[in-house]
């Protein structure tokens, strides 16, 4: 990529945005400046893209005038209300929230998947991308799709990092407090995390789904292009700082082996990690975390049913590399303005 931008990375003091400026350095994106932007009062604060120590701007007065790209990553609140701003001022964006990921006139897209239908998109200004729980599901997903997936149930089992850094400080605090067998304190849950799960993440619909859980199937849909696709999800909390861990069950329209659906998992671009032979041969959320590889143990096979097990870093793989990758497709495809 010989070509050179500037890009500004919104809510750049939390966990995506902070990753999002980590990878954007490690994989020596050509940006001429990199403007840290984020909401609230941000005066004095510094974020890190590699070497470089940046100077966090505030969103409500930054101008997107001199921007060819922006990675928001700030929530659905600032998208809606700042995103406008954005394009009007000539800057594409990629979004990592909920605001338009049900847009139909805004692509929800995952790097790797469908990439020559989105080349001959008519220059998408934006670019939606899913929930970091759809994200690594929907890879392996894409990997068997020879065969078709018809139906998928999966139990997702999602760290905390997923709900932000006070829910990262909670389960530590809380940890915390029992071993020092103080009171403990909840602000982010409704119950307690720490040695706890928590199946339900999001408020409930009238048929007893979870707003995650909603937003896992009609996510799945989009970015698979497969509208009538079964899912069936049951999203977990558990007390994990990162890495997500998901159980996928897919029948198929025809029967597969093991041995060919772990050859399609690695085809797809998945790192398989399947040793039956060994107790130790799987991957674990720990062990992900910080790895830029979605990872797939424990592959089963019945007939046309294939299972297997996911986990992948949900901040790293599962949000901020997959906008940073959508970034680098659309300089490649010459459809940012350069400086």
Known sequence: MSQTIQIAVVGATGLVGRSILELLAERQFPASRVFAVDVGDVDGETVSCGNLELEVHALDSFAFDNVALALFAAGSDA????????????????????????????????????????????DASLLATPNCTVTPLALALNALSPNAPQRVTVSTYQ??????????????????????????????????????????????????????????RAELRRVLGLPALRVEATCVRVPVFFGHGWSVNVELDAALDPVRARQLFAAGGLHVVDLPERDDGYATPMEVAGNDSVWVSRVRVDGNVVSFWLTADNVRVGAALNCVKLAETLLRQGRLSTN
């Open 79 to 122: 998208a809606r209300r700042y995103v406008p701003d954005a394009r009007a001022a000539g800057a594409s964006v990629i979004d990592f929230s909920s605001a338009f990921r049900e847009d139909d006139g805004v692509p929800l897209a995952v790097s790797g998947i469908d990439d020559a239908a989105r080349a001959v998109l008519d």
């Open 159 to 216: 760290s905390v990092s997923g709900s932000g850094q006070a829910a990262m400080e909670e389960l530590a605090n809380q940890t915390t407090a029992l071993f020092a067998q103080r009171e403990l304190e909840r602000e982010v849950y409704a119950k307690r995390i720490a040695f706890n799960v928590l199946p339900r993440i999001g408020a409930l619909d009238a048929d007893g789904v979870s707003e995650e859980e909603a937003s896992v």
